[in-house]
């Protein structure tokens, strides 16, 4: 049965135009009726709700009942009653597509195919949103790789070490020294593994028994317990954003004491080897099941199944004649052709230019929003700042006349501080926000420029969801593409002229004249 859930709301100009939230509810009913759709809640904010979204209590519960149940549509009358403006678009569309619900505006008609082009402008962007998120990590760690070039480590201490401060009131200066509390079990533990006699569950195991503990006081947990064994940090090797440092300031002093050798490090890391090999096994497992998702056999219409040639070192798909029995010979297509015929799928696919320029206008319009958002919070974050400088110099000028003893003084003033230096963080974070939309951006403008290059110079995980955002089925026969099917945002595009495919792969209609899965 296909599920819906109905949300109504009061714009400003409200009751005069006739569109109370019990018509806008009752239009849903309407149109779930003549759909077959049962709606199982009707959700509403009247007239007093707030104006953000996470105020509307109505629209956070239907955002929370798509999140928890089994709901197909989000009814609306127009999609303005649920997001008002486009960030807020963004974040809805986003939940949305995270749950599989699709939103419906009863009273909007699709015509102009404005809702498959947003689909498309989400779709594109919460995948580069995704997928450059490491990009983003480096921007906003600029600071950091100051800091460790200085041979300091710039993040949170690893467990046998202690994040202090060694710097002045005024200038702090945070550095990581070993924590004589943790630090002998860590480096019992680290030496034990290197013996090679256990695994790593039951050397956890045993140095929980020892008393070794998270910072937290529990048991580590298993992975967490495998990074510990394998972090060159204990050996005085910092590893940043991919890169290896060294535990030495300017002058080649040592900045912290290694728990254990490098040739200990080395043999705990050659012991772990075999985990190593599972990662990367589950990972090539994912890719294969993609491609068994969208690859469909030409000839019968089955499911494809890749084949590794070791010695090849060569990877093959063909059919996997679950379907119907047929010849495979001739059928082997080589993944590396197959990658080379995807990325000529995209060079297929043009985008209008008018469609171009709405895409970018409608991101720039969200971006815009987001960066507004941004710069709100950070005035919030400044102001709190200043009113703890403020703070913290009363309390200074108390101390200086003798209003509050030294105890009282000493704890809310380094409590002070010790907030204005977590909101300075706070600052370099949102900045960073701002950068990740800039990049984000960018990246779109590259997408609707070329789609072949973008896609051929694609890392490996945003091949995949561009293929996924562009099309539902590709069929192979003869080492070659035979059919494609779009997906529906693409394809409604096209019926506007909005997205142009050069015809060689139309889309089949089956006999029933529907498209061929
Ligand atoms: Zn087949």
């Known amino acids: 049965m296909t599920h819906a859930i109905s949300y109504g709301r009061v714009s400003d100009a409200g009751q005069a135009t006739g569109k109370s939230v019990d018509n806008q509810l009752l239009a849903c009913r309407e149109y779930a009726e003549k759909k077959g759709i049962t709606i199982v809640g009707e959700f509403r904010d009247d007239g007093k709700s707030g104006t953000k979204l996470h105020t509307r209590n109505g629209a956070m519960d239907a955002l929370t009942a798509i999140a928890e149940g089994d709901v197909d549509y989000l009814l609306v009358t127009e999609t303005d009653r649920i997001a008002r403006n486009s960030e807020e678009n963004y974040i809805i569309r986003k939940h949305l597509k995270k749950h599989k619900c699709k939103l419906v505006a009863v009273n909007q008609s699709y015509t102009e195919g404005e809702s498959e082009e947003t689909d498309l402008i989400i779709g594109i962007m919460s995948n580069i949103d995704e997928f450059f998120s490491k ?10 790789v100051k800091k460790i070039e200085r041979g300091e480590w710039p993040g949170a201490a690893p467990l046998g070490f202690k994040n202090v401060d060694v710097g002045t009131e005024e200038k702090h200066h945070y550095v990581v020294q070993k924590d004589d509390e943790t630090a002998p079990r860590v480096k019992e533990a680290l030496e034990l593994f290197s013996t090679g006699s256990y695994t790593a569950v039951t050397l956890r195991d045993i140095m929980h028994q020892r008393g070794l503990r998270s910072r937290s006081g529990k ?22 954003d991919g890169i290896m440092y060294l535990n030495r300031d300017a ?30 096994r589950s990972r090539k497992h994912d890719e294969k099941f993609y491609m068994r998702t969208i690859l469909r056999c030409g000839i019968c219409g089955g499911r494809v199944t890749a084949e590794v040639h070791e010695e090849k070192g060569k990877e093959y798909y063909h059919c996997s004649l679950t379907k119907q029995k047929h010849s495979n010979k001739g059928q082997n297509i080589d993944a590396k052709e197959l990658e080379k015929l995807f990325a000529q799928l995209f060079g297929q696919i043009q985008l209008t230019e008018p469609l171009m320029q709405r ?10 929003e987001t960066h507004g958002s941004v710069d709100v919070k950070k ?3 400044r102001n709190r700042i200043i009113k703890l400088e403020q703070r913290r110099d009363n309390l200074e000028e108390d101390r200086a006349d003798k209003v509050i003893d030294a105890e009282t003084y000493k704890r809310q003033h380094s409590k002070a501080v010790e907030e204005i230096h977590q909101l300075n963080q706070q600052l370099i974070e949102l900045e960073g926000d701002r950068d990740v939309n800039i990049d984000i951006f960018n990246r779109l403008m590259l997408l609707t420029d070329d789609l072949q290059d973008t896609y051929t110079n694609a890392e490996p995980q945003l091949k995949r969801h561009l293929i996924t955002l562009f099309f539902d089925r590709i069929a192979v026969k003869d080492r070659g593409i035979s059919e494609v099917q779009h997906t529906k945002a693409i394809q409604v595009l096209r019926d506007n ?4 495919i050069r015809d060689k792969w139309l889309p089949r209609l089956d006999s029933n004249q529907r498209p061929w899965r």
């Open 135 to 144: 990009i983003n990590g480096k921007k906003t760690k600029r600071g950091m």
């Open 219 to 240: 048991k580590i947990p298993k992975s967490s317990f495998i990074h510990m064994l394998k972090n060159s940090f204990y050996c005085g090797m910092m590893r940043y």
């Open 251 to 280: 002058q080649g002093n040592e900045t912290y004491e290694p728990l254990i050798s490098r040739a200990t490090y080395e043999r705990n890391v050659a012991l772990l080897g075999e985990h190593g090999k599972h990662a990367d």
């Open 359 to 368: 895409i970018i206008a409608k991101a720039k319009e969200i971006l815009m």
């Open 379 to 381: 005035r919030g974050v």
């Open 497 to 500: 002229r909005a997205v142009i």
